[in-house]
């Protein structure tokens, strides 16, 4: 099993779980385990063609995956995967409900 | 990292006030000279330009820049502690001036009342030796790295949210740039924006707070930067911890065959308006209705008569505790779908937030979804409390 770290923004599509165990062999699997626990998170992680989205990193331990093999880096017990998604806030944290566009019902 | 040319000199005061630091050997009469002779920019006297600005001054650095343009509101003193509650409507660059030159009167502060944009970048930088970003948006984050990358000024970077900071240095010789971390930015909208908003008011003064401490450190020349890491911190946990960065030797603008040389359009790279462009909102007529709009004087109307819709508030229920507008059913739009059984899709829906955009994503859902009639609530609670009720709180 191997341990994977959720950030503060994903945790409200993990049921706020901060951390969630799961088996997995490589990242893809591990990922694939994550988001098919809590499917809501699959459209926060992935593009519709199945890819990790840009602005999402993944860490084994300390270590960027795009740095290792990737989806197909191997994952040991007791590893720790880390999703630490690009965050701007630091100044303002304004509200910027009004300037965003209307998404359709994906978006939501 | 500051370039020293004929340091200026300590007078008898100075060596007064900086004696914690002098009698620090690694900081000295010497590396006391080289924080005078400093030059640091500021982007953004918000959340983490305050406390890292108070320090800064404080430290004895000689020259500090602020680039900031906004002004001190109530909702900003939860945090932004180089402002108090005598400087609300004044400019945030004026208060964070006065406060720190209260602290410390042998410096100067460069004030630069204006966004930063692709056109002043250059101008606005060159002439410090670092930066540091404290800024809140995507578009001024990747302005900024670019600028730094390009002068081959270190961007000391740092980002908040909720109860989570990451910081680290940017555009140091040799080490990774913003890009190399994040090549680009979310798509607006599908970050948590608002619905998940709001920032422990502490937060920001611990992570200014670590950017102060390596604007400093890089100034001396002392330990070791924080380049090539980058450093998270979630004050629930209350765990720092320690990530690689490398350099991306494909990187667009800092990699070894760059094919960015120049400042591009921010706003359109990260797919949102430039606010340069925004047409202010006209106010519609006061009891405004369309088929897909209602504002707070004529949703009032309609209650007061007793029509008959579905009035749903798409809000978080910790929201809802702040102020709600009687009537409402409390749906948060993050389980509009999964409850949307609850709703009859014959009768009319009208729904309601904070300041109108969950809202607005929801009426859409709901319409794909078969809703026949949905209104989406003119500017939310907010415009309930300027245009109906008064009594109602804003937050």
Request: aromatic share 6%; hydrophobic share 40%.
């Amino acid at each position: 099993m191997a341990k994977v770290l959720i950030p503060t923004p994903l945790r409200q599509f993990t049921e706020k779980n901060d951390s969630v165990e799961l088996a997995g062999a490589t990242v893809a699997e591990v990922m694939a385990a994550l988001t098919q626990k809590f499917p809501d998170l699959r459209k926060q992680l992935f593009n519709d063609e199945g890819k990790m989205r840009s602005f999402v990193n993944v860490y084994l331990n300390d270590e960027d995956i795009r740095y290792l093999q990737k989806d197909a880096t191997a994952v040991a017990a007791g590893d720790t995967l880390s999703i630490v998604p690009s965050i701007a806030g630091g100044a303002a944290v304004r509200e910027v409900e009004r300037t965003l566009p209307v998404r359709p019902a994906g978006g939501v | 990292m500051a370039t020293v040319t004929a340091p200026l000199e300590l007078n008898k005061d100075e060596i007064l006030r900086y004696s914690r630091h002098l009698i620090l050997p690694e900081v000295g009469m010497e590396g006391q000279k080289k924080l005078k002779n400093a030059k640091v920019l500021m982007v953004g006297a918000g959340g983490l330009g305050a406390p890292l600005g108070l320090y800064l001054a404080a430290s004895g650095i000689g020259r500090i820049g602020i680039v900031d343009f906004d002004v001190v509101d109530f909702t900003n003193l939860q945090r932004q502690v180089i402002h108090g509650t005598k400087d609300v409507g004044k400019k945030k660059l004026q208060s964070a001036a006065e406060s720190m030159l209260d602290i410390n009167p042998y410096m100067q502060v460069d004030q630069f009342d204006t966004a930063i944009t692709s056109e002043n970048a250059f101008e606005i930088i060159s002439d410090y030796d670092m930066v540091i970003d404290g800024t809140d948006n995507f578009p001024t984050r990747y302005l900024i790295n670019d600028a730094c990358v390009l002068l081959k000024k270190p961007n000391v970077y740092g980002s908040i949210f909720r109860f989570e900071g990451q910081s680290t240095i940017f555009a140091y010789p040799g080490g990774p740039c913003y890009r190399c971390l994040y090549p680009e930015p979310p798509p607006p909208g599908l970050v948590p924006s608002c619905a998940e908003g709001g920032v422990l008011g502490i937060l920001p003064g611990i992570i200014g707070l670590v950017q102060a401490t390596e604007a400093v450190k890089l100034i001396l020349g002392a330990g070791e930067p924080l380049v090539g890491r980058l450093m998270l911190y979630d004050a629930l946990a209350m765990r720092f911890r320690e990530l690689k960065l490398r350099r991306n030797p494909e990187c667009p603008v800092c990699g070894d065959n760059p094919t960015i040389h120049e400042l591009i359009d921010y706003h359109q790279f990260c797919g949102v308006p430039n606010p340069k462009d925004v047409q202010p909102v006209t106010e519609p007529i006061s009891g405004y209705m369309s088929d897909t709009e209602i504002d707070a004087v004529a949703l009032k109307q309609r209650l007061d008569r007793g029509d008959k819709f579905q009035f749903i508030d798409v809000r978080e229920p910790h929201e809802y505790q702040i102020a709600s507008i009687p009537g409402a059913k409390l749906i948060p739009l993050g389980e509009v779908p999964k409850r949307v059984g609850e709703l009859d899709p014959n009768t009319e829906v009208v729904v309601h937030c904070k300041m109108g955009g969950r809202s607005a994503k929801a009426a859409e859902f709901l319409r794909q979804s078969g809703f026949k009639s949905v209104k989406n609530m003119i500017g939310g609670i907010l415009a309930w409390s300027d245009k109906v009720d008064p009594s109602v709180p804003k937050y």
